[in-house]
């Protein structure tokens, strides 16, 4: 049987349809399941729709104006900070900003476009956490495709009240202010719509917006059009000499050395995940996502001591 569903409209809701509900037959305005040819949508004003959407959009970008922490880049350090911050303390405000109308970064394939995501044991344990399935091949667990990863922990992070993302967003500078102690403190993100981000040669000044925040996490991948942009902006600042810059494959030096090396590399400014490398000069893992998840969770703990502290 149909399932039926009467809308109640309001005048507050929609004068509109009320004045259509005066002069019409109360059908009109069911929202009908059928799919034998009557299957039915409740109606609706186009301007409900740009309301709904508009109202919720600008709020947010009001109310996370100032954020408790900002992340910088959805991919799968990012994505594992988020995770573990938005669990583990649902007062924070957690604010990630991700430049790609995609979030996940590159965790949406395993290595060499192949769809298996490797993850070295013991980051099993985070596949545990959010309850993501797997094959023990011993030293490490395979995820049968990467996507199940990133789609399943986009799910646990989006649904956190605490947690926003804004994509399509990038992060085209810092904030960086002098503390009480003159010291320089990287207190914010400017941020542009993406697409306006990248038409900067094209029009003229088209100013950013701004969020600012006790601690920023920063997870934008090495080197590449978008990577390593804190790491480099550190540099032009002045705040880092010069980039260590990502050095070659070596899986058993490089996972270790990303988790453990995941810290407050500038005051206000913990970085995370391969953009590390860059800023280490510590090496490329390749394939394997389990550096990735622990040196999200490292950020996530950095986050709460700077912030407890
Ligand atoms: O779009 C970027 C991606 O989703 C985003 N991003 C970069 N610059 C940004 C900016 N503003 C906003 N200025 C920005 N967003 O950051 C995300 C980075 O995700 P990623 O998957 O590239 O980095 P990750 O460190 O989370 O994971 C790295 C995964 C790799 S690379 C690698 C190797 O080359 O050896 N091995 C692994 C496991």
Redesign the pocket.
Known sequence: APSVATIEITEQQNPVLVAKANGSKVDNFQAIEDYNGKYQFAPIEEAQVSRAMIKRYFNTMYERAVSDVVI???????LSCAYHIGKTRPDLKVTI????VA?????WLGGQLMTPMVVRKPANNFLDEIGVPYEDEGAFVVVKHAALFTSTILSKVLAMPNVILMNA????DLIIREDFEGKQRVSGVVTNWTLVALNHDTQSCMDPNTITAPVIVT????DGP??A?SAKRLVSAGLLKELGNMRG?DMNRSEPAIVNGTREVTPGLIM????LSEHDGSN??????G??MGSGVKAAHETLRILDS
């Open positions: 910088i880049g959805a991919g799968s350090a990012g900003i991700e430049a790609n979030p996940g970064g590159g965790a967003t990038a992060v085209e997870a934008t991948g090495h978008m990577g942009f494959l995370a995940g391969m953009e490329r893992m390749g394939p394997t996502f550096g990735m």
